[in-house]
């Protein structure tokens, strides 16, 4: 055992330059003394002053308002994203192709999706205009903090009518300690009672609050915390929210055609619904290591490898099976709304 940590700690000890952020599997990033000296809340504000520092190096290529927007609250909302016939025919595309499809089971929920890939693209070839458009793609770099392109799948959001777990996806939940992007592109309307996005305005910003919140969360994971917090996605219950200094969560309850893009280190989830409902929508999502001063260089973005790497991840996650597991279970060929 002493070997294997000894053998473990170069990786344990680079880590901290990367996006790693479990406590329980990182001896370094999860040691007590190191935290209670502000490690933890260290990463952080580096991680938060050099996304700022690539998003100002973009931010020209944005109009003032989204940027105002998102500096505010986090996200960036925009209604009726594409004109209703563009949108009308994008949509009725990709609800009735059919294509391989992978499902992963929480709690009560199934969340399946479907790559966007070379493949898929040239069954609705609609997509390429969408994600290759130059506003879409600079609101996507801007607020991830880099210009890379995300992994883009449609995703469709299944709450099973039987009784089970709770999905942890419905606890208010920061992703990482770090800036990251997600967005939705809602194809269809989605209702109070439809598992809507909830984010909580301005949970992206590093108060003082925050800093001693987190750095308290990171003191107690040593000792025992909830598990997708001591694995670095810290866990919130809304009541400390106020304590914190925030408003209360948002529910976006929002039309089809919305498109939102979120900074998902601050404070989010989905709402509850109830059993048989489902919601659907383009779902993209990029996060690259915090650390780095510079906005491109990402290989993985070029055209021609962009397009593979869902499918190369899902692959490598499949030959790793017996050795990390693979929640993302292959079900063939399936329309969003099967």
Not at 109 to 134: Q, S
Not at 197 to 205: E, K, Q, T
Not at 299 to 321: C, V, Y
């Amino acid at each position: 055992m002493i070997l294997k940590k000894l053998y473990l700690y170069p990786f344990w000890l680079i880590s901290l330059i990367t996006g790693a952020k479990s406590f329980r599997d990182n001896p370094i990033i999860g040691s007590k003394r190191l935290n209670q000296m502000g490690l933890h809340i260290m990463r952080m504000r580096l991680a938060q002053r050099l996304a700022w520092s690539r998003r100002k190096r973009m931010e020209h290529h944005v109009p003032a308002a989204y940027r105002a927007q998102f500096q505010k609250n986090g996200f960036i909302l925009i209604p009726s994203y594409l004109d209703t016939d563009h949108f009308a025919a994008l949509s009725a595309q990709i609800l009735s192709t059919t294509a391989p499809a992978r499902e992963m089971v929480q709690g009560d929920t199934v969340t399946r999706r479907i790559a966007i890939n070379a493949e898929y693209i040239k069954l609705v070839p609609g997509l390429r205009n969408l994600i290759d458009d130059p506003k879409w793609r600079r609101l996507m770099h801007y607020v991830s903090s880099y210009a890379s392109e995300p992994l883009y799948y449609v995703q469709t959001i299944l709450k099973t009518a039987a009784e089970g777990e709770p999905d942890p996806q419905t606890e208010m939940h920061a992703d990482t300690f770090h800036p990251t992007m997600k967005a939705w592109f809602f194809l269809h309307d989605v209702g109070e009672d439809e598992g809507p996005l909830i984010y909580v305005p301005g949970s992206h910003i590093l108060t003082k609050e925050r800093l001693a919140w987190e750095q308290k969360r990171s003191i107690q994971a040593s000792e025992g915390l909830d598990f997708l917090s001591s694995r670095g996605s810290m866990r919130i219950d809304p009541a400390e929210l106020a304590q914190l200094g925030l408003p209360p969560p948002r529910s976006f309850a929002v039309p089809a055609n919305t498109l939102i893009i979120a900074d998902t280190s601050g404070f989010h989830a989905r709402a509850p619904s109830p059993g048989g409902n489902k919601r659907m929508e383009i779902w993209a999502y990029c996060r690259r290591n915090p650390f780095y001063p510079w906005t491109g260089g990402d290989i993985l973005s070029m055209k021609g490898i962009a397009e593979r790497r869902i499918e190369l991840f899902w692959k490598a996650k499949d030959m790793l099976r017996p050795y990390l597991g693979q929640p993302w279970q292959d079900v063939g060929p399936k329309r969003p709304g099967d």
